[in-house]
């Protein structure tokens, strides 16, 4: 029995569907709860008794009122398959392909793909790529999600390239490309013969009663009583007419994807007694002659379906308002929100940056309304959008059906848009646009332009529009229409969301691509009468296509020699795989509630600086279910331990700083009760919150640190040239899917305390709680068997989260949970540290850089946190792959009134290392040489000392350079991307390629160390325990091949067990790349020690078995349990005489990305990457792809979509899905070819290289082929190569940089000239240069 049958009194408040899963079943995880994520994807089956179909579809469950639910059947992650049961080929693939590595956003995944099949057995590429749209993974990079996915399609291969044109047949093991033509190389990371055949016959089929009710003629409103709300449910539309009379101010909820979540619910509806739900119908659809009435209970993903039919049965002439929906359509959120958003819901509520409304207004949509007292019909205009009060429907009346009318020949409708990523995310500016002639003119007649998210409605530019009536359509046209709609359509200075000299730009931007569709389209109906565009203008006609994602990874073939049951160096699966695909991978969340369990609710600092005058906790005590408030005054030892804070006291120093928490026996209530705690504040000067301001009030949280060679100011005097220059690169929020969670279980006796965490560092947590508690720290136990991600960002933070728990689980003497909301973390455990890189650059003309000052200043917030490590690590690192005779980097710590940054993916390396390349493309741009060759000439060349004196051999860098150059053909598309910027002017394609000197570890012996514990037990099985965390990377699987290898037994009897400070004490962090070396060594090292203890016993029968002779140890006496402690490796730094051995070893790669850019909006689009590295020999091949692909594709979000926004005051806005954009499938490169490069590497275990880190940097390629493309846009119109491209480069600062007629216009009027003193020529027949005049005559369009 697979079903749950459950009643809906067992909710307090019986909401979302989420926490009611939560309680039975934890497959489907909760991630940002509020749609934006996918991890909550649960797939819901409705029976219709007018079509007798049934509707599989995908919903993200955190949005879904569960009383809406009703006569569905939701199957969840555990419906689909378990390891108990049978494990579903989904699940499978999905395992078996490497498609998941810390697995939180696994369950979701399966569901999206589930569905699909559900619904497509046999699904295309582009149906896969469409069905992942709505779901992030922070780890994958999703290339091998989409690849266990294609393994459905028909045309599906182990190659990926198959298909594609470029890839040959498969050749006995591997499949050898034509790309790439290696021996010895694998490129298969998983056998598709294991793979279990799918036959969609075997699903479950749909509950008959569900369709026996859905059938039932005599169906009645049902009514679910909740404490505060009622929901009511009408069967048909006269029952809903009627409930809508009696309750008038009742939301009717569709989709429930604009309402949202609970506390949105009730935040928007406070007095809601009463809810109307619509389930079962979902209104009609009709198409007419004239047009399409689509009913108002359509969702998204069905109005999608309905318009492609009509678009492929119509002529084309009528489907214009169609066809620019359905594009739209594609991007509009996720799939899962597309298939619960209602068409109906979609229009009423109006939103600002709807896509949708802009396109139907501009398509002359009808709103038909019905009510009781019968049917009327509005016009979906600008009165309607702009909530013109005699435009809003009656209380009593709803939506029943848009009608769209049809297109005609002389009429044009178009949709535009552009957000920070392709798909799922609402639009930075939006825009539907028409126009219709005089028949057989380019007389306009009618014209409409709307616009979304330029203000608090989608907006119409009427008057433009209404001026513009009988010109002709043409460039004088254009130029005055883009004046009148600048003047007629303000955006303040303040408006929400900023960026308003990009909005306007791309508000003129989007007319013009308007512009140039329409004059294409009346070319094509009259090619005598209308001249065509020209052809250089014709790219910027379309959106960038969202492409199946497709690669080849090459690596080491294992030595044929190896025994076959040695998994070293194979794609070995990792070891959590399938519990992650399953959802029975249990993380702390899911562990099961215990008795007299508490929740903890967070109160934070609004204040960025000011002293606490009073803290009133009265009213949250009075609420139910709270049972205290813990404040500083609670610590019973050190709040403030290593220099950090646990509990404000008397002072805040940052917006997001914890002050008191408050425990409840529920969640809901702990956050309820945390809202009314009231806070006074008087704040403190000076308040800092930018890196600028700290210089400027000297304010730093840790010493220079500094390192230099050569003679800096004697060798200025002797350069060609000079230049000098700042880069800023902005932080980046963790986003692990799992948000921290912390369970912490007082113990009766002994002052004992059991915590259980997602962490890096189990020691500094049991030292803080230890600390805290004022106990030993023997009293203290963390655990943790796995984490849903961390990149850095539960290093230190779990110390701090832990210890502040655990001081509430021993005031209050219950076990406390303590999640923290997706926006509570971003809030309060911060991130990457924010850098500003100051360079001074001298060099000779032919290239050669001859002195170098570069200095970097990073935000560290307003704690010391690991800022220290991660200036040391950027000074240290500082001059990446070139030799600068004389060369200074400084660096230094900001202290800001911002929360604490902390350790992320690569310590400083990625942020500081752009700079690098910044200086080198400056350096290239004076002397009019490509990047590359300035690359080339400054990178180290032969053994060598890095500017800290340590010797290195840059050999393993040559050969990736050499072999990226080659094999990505660089010079060709070069070449190739030359010619097509020539002769397109608003798209432009950019390359780069981007070296990479890595070091991994950590500049201190003592964080170099590991310790292992190996039981042997007497039926031969094996234990494995370490003091390494498992978040992903694929540690523990790692473990068992070393053990497997060391022991000679099959890695089935291998099991990995829990990390904890019970089992191995005073362990490192997992972090720097180093996991597996430290880890793997102790391990190595345990299992050698006992093989040598076993070696009498194996001697004296050689031909037995492993069972006989570990039996035989214990009649022989021997114990069967080993603790190694590894020295590790030995790193030194001198910082006094700047020189040392900092760092055990050195790794090296090349990335090459090609991308094109939208000149006109911003948008870019990545074609294609290739990264060699140099992974020595790796352990595990499909680990480390895994983690070079991911790293890469997290350092892409960290350079181009990723963008954190503060207030002047210090208020983080970005704090969720919605405001904060890591990649997704859309933004991964098109082609995508990783290669692992042999090098030597005898110090570390099987003379392999820790990978965990290092890509990140690579994904700056993205950014530094954006500024190539960026720069042959501006040489084309004439302006200065010489920019600063700061990171992230945004839509906006793509677009802004790429300067033309249009960014000028914008700032012209902005300067506040006249917009009547500008003449704009735009020349589109005649692409020549596009000039702007003023009253004087004087042309000056570019600095
Ligand atoms: C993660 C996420 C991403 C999104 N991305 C985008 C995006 O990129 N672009 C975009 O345009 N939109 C986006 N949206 C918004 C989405 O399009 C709307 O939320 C959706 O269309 C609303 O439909 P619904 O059925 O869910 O409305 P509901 O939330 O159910 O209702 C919204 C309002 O309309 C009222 N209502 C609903 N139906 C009727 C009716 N028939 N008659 C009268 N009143 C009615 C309700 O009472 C309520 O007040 C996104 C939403 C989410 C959650
Ligand atoms: S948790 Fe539901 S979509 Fe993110
Ligand atoms: S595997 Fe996707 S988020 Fe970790």
């Known amino acids: 029995e697979s079903r749950i049958h459950f009643h809906i009194s067992e909710f307090n408040s019986p909401f979302s569907l989420t926490p009611f899963l939560a309680v039975h079943l934890t497959g489907t995880k909760y991630s940002c709860g509020e749609g934006g994520c996918g991890s909550c994807t649960v797939m819901v089956s409705r029976y219709n008794p007018k079509n007798k179909k049934i509707r599989h579809y995908p919903v993200t469950a955190c949005l879904v009122p569960i009383c809406s639910l009703y006569g569905a059947a939701v199957t969840t992650v555990e419906g689909v398959g378990s390891i108990k049961t049978r494990i579903h080929p989904v699940q499978e693939r999905l395992a078996k392909c490497h498609g998941t590595q810390c697995g939180f956003c696994s369950p979701g995944m399966v569901m999206s793909i589930y569905t699909l099949l559900r619904n497509h057995p046999e699904p295309t590429p582009d149906q896969i790529t469409k069905a992942l749209g709505g779901n992030l993974c922070r780890c994958t990079g999703y290339r091998l999600i989409v690849e266990s996915g294609k393994t459905f399609c028909e045309e599906s291969t182990a190659c990926q390239m198959k298909g594609s044109g470029k890839c040959c047949m498969d050749q006995e093991e591997n499949c050898i490309c034509i790309l790439f033509c290696f021996v010895e190389i694998c490129t298969k990371l998983y056998n598709e013969d294991e793979f279990q055949p799918f036959d969609p016959s075997q699903e479950p089929i749909f509950p008959p009663e569900l369709i026996r009710m859905a059938e039932d003629p005599n169906k009645r409103r049902l009514t679910f009583q909740g404490k505060r709300t009622t929901w009511i449910t009408s069967v048909t539309l006269s029952d809903l007419l009627e409930l809508k009379v009696n309750f008038p101010q009742a939301p009717l909820v569709m989709g429930n994807t604009e309402v949202g979540g609970e506390e949105i619910f009730e935040r928007l509806f406070p007095c809601h007694p009463c809810i109307l739900l619509q389930l079962t119908l979902s209104f009609y659809s009709t198409i007419l002659f004239s047009g399409v009435t689509i009913g108002a209970g359509y969702s998204l993903a069905q109005l999608n379906d309905a318009l492609g039919s009509i678009v492929s049965e119509q002529p084309k002439e009528k489907t214009k308002t169609y066809r620019a929906l359905l594009k739209h359509l594609r991007t509009l959120a996720g799939p899962q929100i597309r298939n619960m958003a209602t068409l109906g819901g979609h229009v009423v509520s109006r939103p600002n940056y709807s896509d949708l409304n802009p396109i139907l207004a501009a398509g002359n949509a009808i709103i038909n309304l019905i009510s009781k007292d019968g049917e009327r019909q509005i016009a979906l205009d600008s009165k309607f959008l702009e909530r013109a009060p005699e435009a809003n429907l009656k209380s009593e009346e709803i939506v029943l059906s848009v009608s769209i009318p049809h297109s005609t020949k002389w009429h044009f409708v178009s949709g535009m848009r552009l957000a920070q990523c392709q798909e799922n995310a609402f639009a930075i500016v939006n825009a539907g646009m028409s126009v219709k002639f005089e028949d057989g003119t380019d007389t306009i007649k009618d014209l409409q332009m709307f616009y979304g998210s330029v203000g608090p409605t989608v907006v119409s530019a009427s008057q433009t529009c209404k001026q513009l009536i009988g010109r002709q359509w043409d460039d004088q046209m254009l130029s005055d229409a883009c004046r009148l709609v600048l003047d007629e359509i303000y955006i303040p200075p303040a408006a929400e969301g900023g960026m308003v000299e990009y909005r306007r730009t791309l508000i003129i931007s989007l007319l013009f691509k308007f512009y140039l569709k329409v004059r294409r389209g009346l070319n094509k109906m009259d090619p005598q009468k209308f001249p065509d565009i020209p052809e250089k203008f014709m790219s910027a006609l379309e959106d960038f296509p969202i492409e199946t994602p497709q690669g080849i990874q090459m690596f080491q073939c294992v030595d044929p020699r190896q025994p076959p049951q040695d998994p070293v160096g194979h794609p070995v699966m990792h070891q959590s795989a399938i519990k992650h695909a399953t959802g029975e991978a249990v993380y702390i969340d899911d562990m099961p509630p215990i008795a007299q369990e508490l929740f903890l609710a967070p109160v934070t600092s609004t204040r960025a600086h000011a002293k606490i005058i009073s803290i009133d906790v009265s009213e949250a005590l009075a609420l139910p279910g709270v049972v205290d408030v813990i404040t500083a005054e609670d610590v019973p030892g050190d709040n403030n331990p290593q220099e950090e804070i646990l509990y404000a006291q008397n002072e805040v120093i940052c917006v997001g700083q914890i002050i008191c928490t408050v425990a409840a026996d529920t969640h809901a209530h702990a956050k309820e009760a945390a809202k009314q705690v009231k806070i006074t504040y008087e704040d403190i000067e000076p308040r800092i919150i930018t890196i600028e301001q700290a210089l400027e009030h000297n304010s730093f949280l840790t010493a220079e640190r500094k390192i230099e060679q050569g003679n800096v100011e004697q060798a200025f005097k002797h350069v060609d040239q000079i230049i000098e220059g700042e880069v800023h690169v902005e932080g980046q929020e963790h986003f692990y899917m799992e948000t921290q969670t912390i369970l ?116 560290g917030g307003c704690t010391p946190d690991e800022s220290e490590l991660v200036v040391d690590i950027i000074v240290l690192k500082s001059e990446n792959t070139y030799y600068i005779p004389n060369f200074r980097c400084r660096g230094r710590a900001c202290k800001t009134n911002l929360p604490s940054n902390t350790a992320f993916r690569g310590f400083g390396f990625p942020q500081s290392t752009v700079v690098v390349e910044a200086y080198i493309t400056a350096v290239a741009s004076q002397c009019n040489l490509s990047p590359e060759e300035i690359r080339e000439i400054n990178m180290y060349k032969r053994i060598s000392k890095t500017a800290y004196k340590d010797m290195f051999n840059p050999e393993p860098l040559r050969r990736c350079w050499k072999e990226c150059l080659e094999k990505s053909s660089f010079y060709a598309r070069k070449q190739a991307a030359e010619e097509f910027n020539k002769k397109n002017y608003w798209k432009k394609k950019g390359l780069s390629v981007i070296p990479m000197k890595f070091t991994v570890g950590i500049p201190y012996t003592y964080l170099n160390q590991a310790a292992a514990l190996v039981h042997i037990y007497l039926d031969g099985s094996v234990l494995v325990i370490h003091g390494g965390c498992e978040f992903g990377q694929g540690l523990y699987t790692k473990m068992v091949q070393v053990a497997s290898r060391e022991l000679n037994i099959p890695s089935s009897y291998i099991h990995p067990y829990e990390t904890s400070t019970v089992t191995v004490p005073n362990a490192v962090f997992t972090a720097a790349s180093m996991g597996t070396d430290t880890n793997g060594k102790a391990v190595q090292n345990a299992c050698q020690i006992l093989m040598a203890r076993l070696q009498p016993i194996i001697r004296k029968n050689p031909k037995g078995k492993w069972e006989d002779w570990v039996n035989h140890w214990w009649g022989s006496a021997f114990i069967s349990l080993l603790i190694s402690l590894l020295r590790g490796y030995q790193t030194n730094m001198d910082w006094e005489k700047e020189e040392g051995h900092a760092f055990p070893y050195y790794l090296y790669g090349v990335s090459c990305s090609e991308v094109e850019v939208d000149c006109l909006t911003g948008a870019h689009k990545l074609l294609r990457t290739d990264i060699f590295i140099d992974a020595a020999f790796s352990i595990n091949p499909a680990l480390d792809i895994g983690q070079v692909e991911g790293g890469f594709i997290q350092g892409m979000g960290l350079y181009t979509t990723e963008e954190l926004k503060y207030s002047p005051e210090g208020v983080l806005y970005s704090r969720g899905t919605n405001d904060y954009k890591i990649p997704a499938v859309a933004e991964i490169p098109e082609e995508f070819y990783v290669t692992f490069v042999r090098s030597q590497n005898p110090i570390a275990i099987y003379s392999s290289k820790g990978l965990g880190e290092a890509s990140m940097f690579l994904g700056s390629s993205v950014f530094f082929a954006i500024q190539d493309a960026v720069t042959a846009a501006r040489r084309e119109r004439g302006l200065t190569t010489s920019f600063t491209l700061n990171s992230p480069a945004t839509p906006e600062l793509i677009r802004m940089n790429c300067m033309d007629q249009f960014t000028e216009m914008v700032r012209v009027v902005r300067r506040g000239s006249c917009c009547n003193l500008l003449y704009m020529n735009f020349q589109v027949l005649g692409v020549s240069l596009v000039t702007m005049t003023n009253l004087t005559g004087q042309v000056h369009l570019f600095q």
């Open 744 to 859: 912490a279980i007082p113990k009766e006796e002994d002052k004992e305390m059991v915590l259980h965490l997602g962490m890096q560092y189990p020691t500094h947590v049991q030292d803080f709680v230890a600390t805290a508690l004022n106990v030993p720290r023997s009293r203290i136990a963390c655990h943790m068997r796995r984490a849903g991600g961390a990149f850095g960002g539960k290093a230190s933070k779990p110390a701090l989260l832990g210890a502040i728990t655990a001081v509430a689980a021993n005031k209050t003497g219950r076990p406390i949970r303590f999640i923290l909301e997706r926006g509570d973390d971003m809030l309060i455990t911060a991130g990457r540290h924010p850098l500003l890189g100051k360079y001074k650059i001298g060099f000779m003309n032919n290239g050669v850089i001859k002195s170098a000052d570069v200095e970097y200043y990073v935000n």
